[in-house]
């Protein structure tokens, strides 16, 4: 059984301010519509997703990072643009149908939404109100109104996918939401938990409100990374994939990257997933020589599939000899290239140890490094 998240994105969102809709805004590092769609592409019950675009927005549709993504184009109101999204699906499965606008939903209310779908035909989570009710005219209080058994709608809204299709090719006219077409149709929609933070942004304020959710929630790692090699015979050095001409090399199992492998080092680190030595043994013969993009590659490889970013990496080589600094934009380079990162979020610098210790004595090179993970 496909489950298909249909996310609609086809409005303008005009009360929120700005000169983008709404759903295409920032917020924090990535676009309101990038975290929505985020929350359900990491879902481990989400098969696949589909969103609901306007016109004008189509083009958009080629920033989204998620395999598999189906684009419909919205229509003149909520309800058609559901419709639309619902034309290019598969004809039997689930269905959650979900505002583009609600950046924060929790996997709780997904996972509550789906266990319903396995008994009904029909389940939306909902947020019992409890604040006092008071109806008003010309901004006075008429009366108090009773709260008992009213519910904050919220979505995803999920449904067995032939019978909403069935139920919005028999809708006419605009709906709030899917559960006022399924109801019409006379399908039962069962309430389930909603959550606080599942918000849905509306006016400009709410901007700050869902950047504080999502900060309370962001799981960031950092790792360290330290390691040393000593000077050995040679003519050159690997620094942080850089080659760089010495009248030494440095003594290791592969290239001796100090550099590269302190990185490889802090990655792992923040994953909790040992280091360069458990995954790469100097007692095996063949990575006798290898160079050590291919142990940094790994490392970054891992988190990515971790559903992690590498945020930022900062590296310090400790040394007399050679000079560091005139290769230090190259070194940037190289290892934002290998990290697959913008030069600006890599730091290589230098310092020397003032002729203390083996470093001070020209024996050998140190390293020390930090990495940044931020789960996405």
């Given amino acids: 059984m496909t489950i298909t998240a249909l996310i609609v994105a086809a409005g303008r969102g005009t009360r929120a301010g700005g000169a983008l809709p709404k759903q295409w805004q920032p917020l924090g590092a990535a676009r309101v519509i990038d975290h929505t769609i985020a929350a359900f592409d990491r879902h481990p019950k989400i098969d696949q997703i589909a969103v609901v675009l306007h016109p004008d927005d189509l083009d958009l549709a080629q920033t989204f990072d998620v395999a598999g993504l189906i684009v419909a184009v919205g229509g003149a109101d909520r309800a058609t643009s559901v419709r639309n999204g619902l034309a290019m699906l598969p004809k039997a499965g689930k269905v959650l149908i979900h505002d583009a606008a609600r ?200 988190a990515r599939e971790m559903g992690f970013d590498l945020t930022h990496v900062d590296c310090t080589l400790i040394c007399e000899h050679p000079k560091v600094g005139p290769h230090a934009a190259k070194m940037r380079e190289a290892v934002a290239g290998i990290l697959e990162i913008d030069v600006s979020r890599v730091s290589v610098k230098a310092t020397t140890s003032e002729r203390l210790g083996f470093t001070g004595r020209g024996e050998g090179i140190a390293c020390m490094a930090t990495a940044t993970l931020v789960k996405s």
């Fill in 103 to 302: 950046p924060c939903v929790p996997a709780q209310v997904i996972d509550d939404v789906l266990a319903a779908l396995s008994e009904t035909r029909a389940a939306a989570p909902g947020l019992a109100v409890t604040d006092a009710l008071w109806r008003g005219a010309e901004g006075h209080v008429t009366g108090p109104q009773d709260r008992s058994g009213l519910f904050a709608a919220q979505t995803p809204q999920g449904f067995d996918l032939a019978v909403i299709k069935q139920a919005h090719a028999a809708y006419q006219g605009p709906a709030a939401d899917d559960v006022e077409v399924a109801r019409a149709y006379g399908i039962p929609v069962r309430i389930t938990a909603g959550h606080p933070d599942n918000i849905k942004i509306t006016t400009a304020t709410d901007f700050a409100r869902a950047a504080r959710i999502l900060e309370n929630r962001m799981d960031i790692r950092t790792g360290n990374g330290f390691d040393v090699h000593a000077f050995g015979p040679g003519d050159h050095v690997m620094l942080c994939g850089v080659k760089i001409p010495h009248d030494h090399g440095l003594v290791g199992h592969s290239d001796a990257d100090v550099g590269l492998h302190t990185v490889t080092d802090a990655i792992y680190g923040a994953l909790a997933m040992g280091d360069i030595g458990q995954h790469f043994p100097p007692s095996d013969p063949q990575w006798k020589g290898a160079e050590s993009h291919v142990f940094l590659r790994h490392a970054v490889g891992l």
